[in-house]
Every structure is written in structure tokens, then in C-alpha cells.
């Protein structure tokens, strides 16, 4: 089935409006958002922001707990996040944007770009299987002290050398590294960094003024101070909170992992959804031809759960999630985009489906 969508315009990109006007229930809401407070005393997270839009209205927006705990600094609802692997969906965004231009063809062979991968372990890979988790490559290429390596090619030169785990094609197998070689291809195609290409085709076109790519600031940026500790539980649940990571020191990793690396907040990270969800366009701006857009958030054959870069949740539902405790996903049948953002990881993670469950709870029409 088929749902067309409005094309908005707006000199703000999403306005507020109240839940019943576009057919939500209000107390289903405020359960949504209470919930979420009490996970925050039970100490299931530390803090969340949490967005809900509709029909392109604001109709939640709010936050619980705090962005870092030690410093009392409590969470608000610009606050930006470690975003983690909600950077796929703009990488394959790149990739496909490249398919379009012309400069490559899904089926090509990686080897075709990068020489590290025309050996007889990885010469089958095609950037169709990187795309879809199915090129074999299993692994990391960030340690527990972030990376032994000096730059996102030379990272991914060892993955080629290596090669895949598995038959190219025949399996899904969710794969950073598979991931991190689509920025390479990338940067080899379009003659210039991954993140470089994201940014200047992505994030600055649709407005994202709030989003950068790997925790490399210039100085007094005030961007920087609005970023979210990270947190982590070393026992499951019954552990305490410890803070792995804060504004005050650098990105784990020194380059751009492609994989991961985006910093956003939930309304910048709602554009590119927004952009998504009406068929590639995001006010006057185009990214992807609508066909396109259809066949990444599509599950692809291999897969009943992922599509180009992008999860596949349901019918007309897609979108993605992140290991440090965020989700967003995108409803085309109700006309829906929301994000649940926590900088907890683990049972951050947990609470994601049961935010999710309650959210839907509260559509009424």
C-alpha cells in the first residue's frame, strides 16, 4: 500500500499544536512522558528528550532527568547527543545520492574503489551488500581505547584485508565495519571526506545547524557545551551509572568512523526524518528521488528487518537506532516522526521498545 504525503514549507520547519488536533490523546502523552520520569527515579536512564510530531506539528517535546548527573546540568530540550549508529541512515543518504549522480552503481564491487578489497577473500563484495548488512564482514574497528588506527581508510584497508566472516550475500549480519567502508567508498567517489560529504549535502541544505560529525569543534563553539555525558552500567541493571564520557574531553575515536560519529538534537535529527518521510524533499530542498526513498526504508530481500542503512520495523515504519540508548523512527501511515533519545547505554536500550509501545498507544486517528 501506498501513502502519499503532504510536502511542507514552512519558514519553521515544525510548529506546535495540541495532541487532539491531530489525533493523538494528550493523558496517553503525559503517561508517555511520566513513564519516562520514573525510569529516570527507578534509575533505568539517566535523562531523555523526547519528540513527537505529527502531520509536521510539535506535539510533544520534552525531557526528564539530567544530560550530566554530576555536574547537575539537567537535561533540555536542545540538548545534543551522541547519536552513534543514527548515523547510518545519513551515510546510506550519501551513498544513494551518489547512485543517483551517476559516480557509482549498487552492484559494483568495492574492489572497484578501494584496492584493499581486490583480493580473493573480498573481491565478491558489492556496495549493495555493504548497504544491507549482507557483505560477510563481521567485527570493529574501535577498541575498548577507542582505535589503533589513524584514519577511516586505513581502518577500513584492514577490513578488505581481512575479508568477510560469511559468503558475501548470504546472510544478514549487522556490520560497523561494512558500514565504516560505504564512508570510505564515499569519500573515494565524491573526492572528498565522508563527513564532509554529509555535511556540506546533507546537514547544511535541510537546516541541521545542530548536528556535526565526530566531537571536532572549533574553539568557543557553544555547540559543544549543550553535548550530553555518556553513561554506562558495567553489572546489567543492578549496577551504577558511570559516566564513560563527557563534553570536556574528545570523541573516543580520532577520524570519522562512518558507522557512527553523529552529534544531533532531536529537532535537527527530526528534518532529516522529515525529509524521509515526505518521499526525499525537506521544504525546497531534494536529497533523494522518492523511488529511492522507498526502496532504502524498504526490508531488503535478505532481511525482513533493515533496508538501505536504515531498520525496518514494521510496514511504512523505519528508522534507527543508536548503542548509546536513542530511537527514532518514522510512521508513513500516521504521518508520524518521534525520537527517543537517552545517553544511556544498556538498559537506555531497554526502555526504547516500551517508549515506542506508548507512543503508539496514543494515536487515535
Known amino acids: 500500500m501506498r501513502f502519499e504525503t503532504i510536502l511542507y514549507e514552512p519558514s519553521e520547519p515544525f510548529s506546535p ?34 519528540l513527537v510530531i505529527r502531520r509536521n506539528r510539535i506535539v510533544l517535546h520534552e525531557t526528564v532527568g539530567w ?19 543514527m ?71 584492514e577490513v578488505g584485508q581481512k575479508g568477510p566472516e560469511h559468503p558475501p550475500g548470504t546472510r544478514y549480519e549487522y556490520s560497523d565495519p561494512g558500514s565504516s567502508t560505504l564512508g570510505a567508498i564515499a569519500a573515494e567517489v565524491s573526492g572528498m571526506p565522508a563527513e564532509d560529504f554529509i555535511r556540506t549535502r546533507i546537514l547544511e541544505p535541510i537546516g541541521m545547524g545542530d548536528s556535526f560529525l565526530d566531537f571536532k569543534l572549533q574553539p568557543n563553539d557553544p555547540r559543544a557545551g549543550r553535548v550530553a555525558a555518556s553513561y554506562r ?23 570519522f568512523r562512518a558507522s557512527g560519529g ?11 526524518l522529515s525529509c524521509m518521510l ?25 532481511s525482513k528487518e533493515y533496508g538501505f542503512q536504515w531498520e525496518v520495523f514494521g510496514e511504512n515504519v523505519f528508522g534507527h537506532g543508536g548503542f548509546q540508548g536513542t530511537l527514532s523512527w518514522v510512521d508513513k501511515a ?32
Do not use: C
Open 17 to 50: 499544536a495540541s495532541p487532539e488536533s491531530v489525533g493523538m490523546s494528550p493523558p496517553s502523552l503525559r503517561h508517555a512522558v511520566e513513564t519516562a520520569r520514573v525510569w529516570v527515579d527507578e534509575g533505568r536512564i539517566v535523562g531523555a528528550v523526547m
Open 67 to 85: 544530560s550530566d548527573r554530576e555536574r547537575q546540568i539537567p537535561m533540555k530540550t536542545d540538548t545534543i547527543f551522541m547519536m552513534r549508529s
Open 87 to 157: 548515523t547510518k541512515p545519513l551515510l546510506g543518504t550519501a551513498i544513494l545520492m551518489l547512485k543517483e549522480e551517476g559516480r557509482l552503481k549498487l552492484q559494483d564491487r568495492v574492489s572497484k574503489y578501494l584496492p584493499a578489497f581486490d583480493n580473493e577473500r573480498s573481491r565478491a563484495i558489492t556496495i549493495y551488500q555493504l548497504l544491507t548488512h549482507s557483505s560477510g564482514i563481521t567485527g570493529s574497528i574501535v577498541e575498548d581505547n577507542g582505535s589503533r588506527h589513524a584514519s577511516l581508510r586505513e581502518a577500513v584497508d
Open 233 to 255: 552500567r558495567e553489572n546489567g541493571e543492578s549496577g551504577p551509572w558511570t559516566k564513560s564520557w563527557d563534553n570536556t574531553h574528545p570523541e573516543e575515536v580520532p577520524f
Open 262 to 272: 553523529l552529534f544531533a538534537s532531536a529537532i535537527d535529527y527530526a528534518k532529516f
Open 278 to 302: 515526505h518521499r526525499g524533499r525537506f521544504g525546497d530542498r531534494r536529497l533523494l528521488l522518492g523511488e529511492t526513498v522507498r526502496l532504502a526504508t524498504s526490508p531488503s530481500p535478505v
Open 334 to 365: 500516521h504521518d508520524l516522526i518521534v525520537l527517543y533519545l537517552t545517553q544511556s547505554e544498556s538498559t537506555g536500550n531497554a526502555t526504547r521498545p516500551e517508549f515506542k509501545k506508548l507512543v503508539e498507544s496514543a494515536i487515535v486517528n
